[in-house]
């Protein structure tokens, strides 16, 4: 049980480390208040995508406009025209009337009558400001609404951008004296003949409700805000899109307005002149193109009202939001959503880089975030956006960061001979960098170019160095392809493993279909080397699967990550037996890689050193299956010679070049071999230096010339077939001429 809870929160480290030290950041940003104004503009955008709802008929409100200035002659109504205005209104038997007028001390004619209607309609609230903050912005209450007790506060709150999102339930002024807003005056008017009186929440006295809503009073830390002042009895306010039924101040004195349109309703009396400067910016402001969108204060106490009233009613929800330990789980949760994504998907698109699926997810997580706020905005929750959404994004960039940071030491190890993904594998098992060495089945993959030695000896180290880059380049190439392990170069040789350090279920198959792969190859490398200049070469490959060891050896200051074990030796021999453009695997490699799948052209039993009795090797001719890759058939012009080649040879053991020399005569030739009647009996496999004679002169032609016995001929004793290995280029030219003289074809 403990081993694999180990390995579990090994395998989900990155999202260990990055969720508490993501999640605290933004907390700190959060709590810094250096959030706060993206938090609102995110509410502000969401009250702006809330659907249109209809208009709400309970509400009228008479709006003085600067037409309506223009014909009385000035910006103030006296008290003779208010007084007239009033009494209009209340012949439509409104449920309530609102006057957003300043009327502290008489104006014009009038003051008897204006008093006589403030005195006889008890359903009539004026305005003052409670709080005094500012000495050029006081408002006082009509001495005779003030005495009737029909006074209603018009404080409004602006946040720290200007904007009004908050509405006064009541204000509690510096004296300690408690008044309600206009906006729940108004509302209490209207609701009282509806039965739907204010009392205490039974879950809190200290709450007001009123019908199937309880109003909880606003705090200093809810919802986006970071100590902001909460005082008085505060409520976000959910704006409706529609505008409210408005009429102007003239077609109401001009009796030009349905008997009607008032009865039963809220009416609100006020300023809609720009010229009074009664306005405010709200969510539906824009301050980033154009000129900003303003709302006149009237439609400001509408609102509240109208808000008060429906959330009586159940109709609207009012603006709630979460406590702040859930805030913080909430934005845990995101932050973790993030880190999760990009860590299962780390590796997907290579090291430390954005896959399609960490990206694709990433972005459905956030469509998801913004659409869950949305959605449970409009139940009448705001709840977090901005802060989640910085921990998700910031998850992810932090996972990025980590992972390319871990990257860097083990890119530069292995990046010159692993793919991505086999780096993806080492950095998710860091172990496999210890010093310590694991058992593995790996297929080992030998390469090696025929005659390299001679082509070296002949050209310069700058055209060999030119000629091995060219070579390499294209071989690496492929081999990334097939997912293998480049382990090392070893002069013109290439290593390469295949299930080491990472498993797969097709190791040996990949390998022989990279060797099919490679050789096809060779005819672009000698394009590209004919292009330079450069002479023609070939390649053998051995292939061996067996189980080695992996891992490490050296010391901490130095060590070099390889592979050990028999099986390299052994795929070493059997690629020494092979012949240019030639491929050899064991018969491990075989089954392994599906004996259904490799094409095998040929079988030869060879006894390795150290093998105590022969084994099969096996000529590969290409790979099937889903690769369908095959070398093509050779075609080879062997002609059999009017007159045999006299030849004197050397048998090679090893590395070393033997002293004696032995006759035999070439009877058959082609480019690429010969048939060979020797004095002596040679074993398939045996490797020669041969020697020719210039018919011409009977003198010694000069230039290496290397084969390798393929197969004995059934035809007479000691004739065997011979496969060149090396030819230098005059050799290669005699050899064309002979070939050209004895033009028939066997």
Not at 235 to 255: E, Q
Not at 325 to 330: D, G
Not at 506 to 516: L, M, P, T
């Amino acid at each position: 049980m403990l081993p694999k809870l180990k390995k579990f929160f090994w395998t989900w480290r990155g999202v260990w480390v990055t969720v508490p030290t993501v999640t605290g950041f933004v907390l700190l940003l959060r709590w810094l208040g250096f959030l706060q104004l993206f938090e609102l503009a995110a509410f502000d955008q969401l009250i702006r995508l809330c659907p249109p709802e209809s208009l709400d008929s309970r509400l009228v409100i008479i709006g003085i406009t600067e037409t309506d200035i223009k014909q009385l002659g000035k910006a103030t109504l006296s008290d003779a025209e208010l007084a007239q205005l009033l009494t209009k209104i209340k012949q439509q038997q409104p449920r309530a009337i609102g006057l957003d007028i300043v009327r502290d001390q008489p104006e014009g004619t009038g003051q008897e009558q204006l008093s006589q209607v403030f005195q006889t309609t008890p359903n009539l609230l004026g305005i003052k400001k409670v709080i005094a903050n500012d000495s050029n912005s006081s408002v006082t209450a009509s001495p005779i609404l003030e005495e009737l007790g029909q006074i209603a506060g018009a404080d409004v709150i602006l946040d720290a951008d200007g904007k009004l999102r908050r509405g006064f339930i009541s204000i509690t002024s510096e004296t300690g004296d408690t008044l309600p807003s206009l906006g729940l005056g108004l509302a209490q008017l209207y609701l009282e003949p509806a039965g739907i009186l204010p009392e205490g929440s039974p879950q809190n006295p200290e709450h007001l409700q009123l019908g199937q809503a309880v109003f909880i009073p606003w705090e200093a830390h809810d919802g986006g805000y970071i100590r902001t002042d909460a005082g008085g009895y505060q409520m976000m306010i959910n704006y409706r899109h529609s505008p409210f039924k408005t009429i102007s101040l003239s077609a109401v004195l001009a009796n030009q307005v349905p008997a009607d349109l008032m009865r039963d309703r809220i009416v609100l009396i006020g300023y809609t002149a720009p010229s009074k400067k009664d306005e405010f910016l709200t969510p539906y402001s824009s301050i980033l193109i154009g000129n900003p969108q303003t709302t006149y204060g009237i439609f400001i106490h509408a609102q509240i009202a109208s808000q008060i009233i429906s959330a009586a009613f159940g109709e609207r929800p009012l603006i709630k939001t979460w406590t702040e330990p859930i805030e913080w789980l909430w934005i845990v949760l995101w932050s973790f959503i993030g880190a999760t994504i990009r860590w299962r998907w780390r590796y997907a698109g290579g090291v430390a880089k954005f896959s399609f699926p960490s990206i694709s997810f990433t972005l459905l997580a956030g469509g998801s975030l913004l659409g869950i706020c949305y959605l449970t905005f409009l139940q009448g929750w705001w709840i977090p956006l901005v802060p989640p959404a910085i921990a998700l994004v910031g998850s992810v960039i932090a996972i990025t960061s980590y992972l390319a940071y871990q990257a860097a030491d083990i890119r530069s190890f292995f990046s010159r001979y692993l793919t991505d993904e086999v780096v993806a594998n080492l950095l998710e098992t860091p172990d496999t960098l210890s010093l310590e060495m694991q058992r593995q089945n790996v297929t080992i993959l030998m390469s090696d170019l025929r005659g390299f030695s001679n082509i070296s000896e002949r050209l310069p180290p700058e055209q060999v160095a030119s000629l091995l880059n060219i070579y390499f380049t294209v071989m690496t190439d492929i081999i990334t392809q097939y997912k293998g392990t480049i382990n090392d170069f070893i002069g013109d040789a290439i290593l390469v493993f295949f299930g080491a350090p990472t498993q797969q279920q097709d190791d040996a198959e990949r390998a022989v279909a990279c060797a099919v792969a490679m050789q096809l190859a060779m005819s672009t490398v000698n394009d590209q080397l004919k292009q330079s200049g450069l002479p023609k070469i070939k390649m053998g490959i051995g292939i061996n699967t067996g189980e080695v060891v992996v891992g490490n050896i050296g010391s901490q200051k130095r060590a070099k990550w390889t592979v050990i074990g028999s099986p390299i030796n052994l795929a070493s021999r059997i690629e020494s037996y092979t012949v240019g453009d030639q491929i050899l695997i064991s018969e491990e490699t075989w089954k392994e890689a599906g004996t259904e799948h490799v094409k095998i052209i040929h079988e030869k039993l060879v006894q390795p050193k150290g093998f105590h009795q022969p084994i099969p090797i096996y000529e590969v001719g290409g790979m099937g299956g889903k690769y369908n890759l095959y070398l093509p058939e050779a075609d080879e012009l062997i002609v059999s010679l009017k007159e045999e080649i006299l030849i004197e040879f050397t048998v090679i053991s090893g590395k070393d070049i033997g002293e004696q020399r032995f006759q035999g005569r070439i009877f058959q030739l082609s480019l690429n071999g010969a048939a060979l009647r020797s004095e002596i009996p040679l074993e398939p496999l045996t490797s020669i230096q041969i020697y020719f004679f210039n018919p011409s002169n009977s003198e010694k032609t000069r230039g290496d010339f290397y084969a390798r016995v393929s197969e004995s001929l059934k035809t007479e004793t000691n004739n065997v077939w011979l496969q060149f290995t090396v030819i230098a280029p005059e050799i290669e030219d005699l050899l064309k001429n002979w070939i050209t003289a004895n033009q028939i074809r066997v």
